[in-house]
């Protein structure tokens, strides 16, 4: 197998382009899982850690916060510059493992590898993110919701790399929670959910709620925000918008739970959740 070590993006797209069936290798920390329990047989693997454009965060004019995907967990945990919303991304980053595997991993790498319950895509989906992505053909942008597109398959297409995250700025004010069950800490999510929301006096005046680990992609379920929308966030609506998004989910049976287990605890976790959005809106 070759290892390959460009320095800039153009190199790298080159060079997936003449080595078929190569990986790019961002943190390793999925990547290598998989290569071990030979779930992949990469014919190259070409390391991004050489690309300095591709690591770091940096507030925007415009008040967006772009991330490159070589950006650690630990470095977007400890970076402070998340306004309102945006914080979402800092505290899925924090439920990501355990210390080592913060240091390691990176948020590229997870969104490119597309797990379904993995704690960045709910996040980044909530908060209407946009993946720049680059190839020989040139740039992308692609939505958040659009750009997990199946079980562990993302909208890149062949020899084609992720070169940034953008989150957008939106209301300063905004409270986000992200909140998920795990078998233990430190796992992937067996369900999870993000809320970004506002309150105007005693009532929501904006919310969007996205669920991980329910389906092959992130949830998002507009009708359930418009039933929470306008109301004190009262137990009543908040099931009646549970009942809504556990109708769209499609969750699996797998090692973490059944699909039956996974739409039981669902409305809880969007109970408890939601209840701690509006909790930290009150004393903020």
């Known amino acids: 197998m070759n290892y390959l070590k460009p320095t800039t993006v153009e190199e790298a797209v080159k060079l997936l382009a003449a080595n078929a069936d190569a990986r790019c290798l961002a943190g390793g920390a999925s990547l290598v899982a998989m290569m071990n329990a030979e779930l992949v047989e990469p014919s190259a693997l070409i390391s ?36 309102g919303g945006q914080d979402i991304v800092r505290i899925a980053a924090r439920h990501i493992g355990h210390p080592p595997i913060r240091s390691m991993g990176t ?17 980044l989906t909530a908060v209407d993110a946009i993946i720049k992505t680059f190839s020989s053909k ?16 993302t909208a890149l297409e062949p020899g084609e790399i992720v070169r940034s995250i953008t989150i957008p700025a939106g209301p300063a004010d905004a409270i ?7 078998r233990v800490d430190g796992d992937f999510a067996t ?24 389906d092959a992609t992130p949830v998002h ?32 049976d797998d090692v973490r739970a059944s699909a039956q287990y996974r739409l039981k605890v669902l409305p809880r976790l969007i109970n408890r959740t939601i209840d701690t959005a509006r909790q930290k809106w009150e004393v903020r």
């Open 191 to 214: 369900v999870s959910v993000a809320v970004v929301l506002t309150m105007d006096g005693s009532n929501c005046s904006f919310l969007k709620m996205v669920i991980g680990g329910c």
């Open 138 to 153: 040139g740039e992308r942008l692609i939505p958040a919701g659009k750009f997990f597109i199946d079980f562990m398959e």
């Open 107 to 123: 948020i590229g790498g997870s969104i490119a590898n597309a797990d379904p319950a993995a704690d960045y895509p709910t996040a």
């Open 221 to 252: 379920v507009t009708e359930a925000d418009d039933k929470l929308i306008g109301t004190d966030l009262n137990d009543t609506a908040i099931a009646k918008a549970a009942a809504i998004v556990a109708e769209a989910c499609d969750p699996m």
């Open 48 to 83: 991004l850690k050489n690309i300095k454009e591709l690591d770091g965060i940096n507030v925007e004019d415009d008040g967006s916060v772009s991330i490159g995907p070589m950006t650690k967990h630990k470095a977007v945990v400890n970076f402070d510059g998340f306004l």
């Open 176 to 182: 986000a929670v992200y909140d998920k069950l795990a």
